[in-house]
Structures are given as structure tokens and as C-alpha cells.
Nanobody, 119 residues
Framework: QVQLVGSGGGLVQAGGSLRLSCAAT????????MGWYRQTSGKQRELVAD???????NYADSVKGRFTISRDKAKNTVYLQMNNLKPQDTAVYYC?????????????WGPGTQVTVSS
């Protein structure tokens, strides 16, 4: 069974840092794009950052210069280093991966991890 397993959320004060990680496990042939999205209550899920198989990155304007996305292809893992966190970064963060597995091709989502930034 293919799944995304995330970790690294938590509570931090404004100005602090957190690092999220998300590993794809199971019978995976290849992974194309990986990314991080976030969602707050009553709002649509929004892109935070994504990274292609060629390591090209894309960031939401609100996190540019503060967040860094990276991936370890050997470990099928994507990371999100979040620095200088602000209260408005508080959300549930979801990782996403577009993968070819032994049974299908498609988009997979992790279960979400809560990030809370206190002022």
C-alpha cells in the first residue's frame, strides 16, 4: 500500500523554525512533483511550495525567503524548512506527491500535520 507519512509539526513562537518531512512508502516506481499545501478552517487548501523531479521549486509569495522545500530522491522524501514563522502560517500542512506506483498513476496526499505559531 502506497502512502505518505509526514512528521515535524508542532507549536512554535513567532520567529521560530520548524522542519516538516514527508516520506512516500510502498511499491513506488517513480515520483514526479512533490509539494506542501496548507489549509485553515473555512478556507481552501493552498499551495505553499512544490518541487519537480528536476528540482525546480515554486513558492507561494507569502513564504518566499522564509521557507525552503527540498527532496531526497533516494529516500522518496520531501522536506519543508520553515524559518521566521508568523502567526499567519498557522495551518494544517499536507504533503502531496504525484507518483507512478505498481498499480496506478496519480496524486497522493499525506494525512496532514498541525503547525501552530503563537504571537
Amino acid at each position: 500500500q502506497v502512502q505518505l507519512v509526514g512528521s515535524g509539526g508542532g507549536l512554535v513562537q513567532a520567529g521560530g523554525s520548524l522542519r516538516l518531512s514527508c516520506a512516500a512508502t510502498g511499491s513506488i516506481f517513480s515520483i514526479n512533483n512533490m509539494g506542501w499545501y496548507r489549509q485553515t478552517s473555512g478556507k481552501q487548501r493552498e499551495l505553499v511550495a512544490d518541487i519537480t523531479s528536476g528540482d525546480s521549486t515554486n513558492y507561494a509569495d507569502s513564504v518566499k525567503g522564509r521557507f525552503t522545500i527540498s527532496r531526497d530522491k533516494a529516500k522518496n522524501t520531501v522536506y519543508l524548512q520553515m524559518n521566521n514563522l508568523k502567526p499567519q502560517d498557522t495551518a494544517v500542512y499536507y504533503c502531496k506527491a504525484v507518483m507512478t506506483t505498481s498499480s496506478s498513476y496519480g496524486t497522493y496526499w499525506g494525512p496532514g500535520t498541525q503547525v501552530t505559531v503563537s504571537s
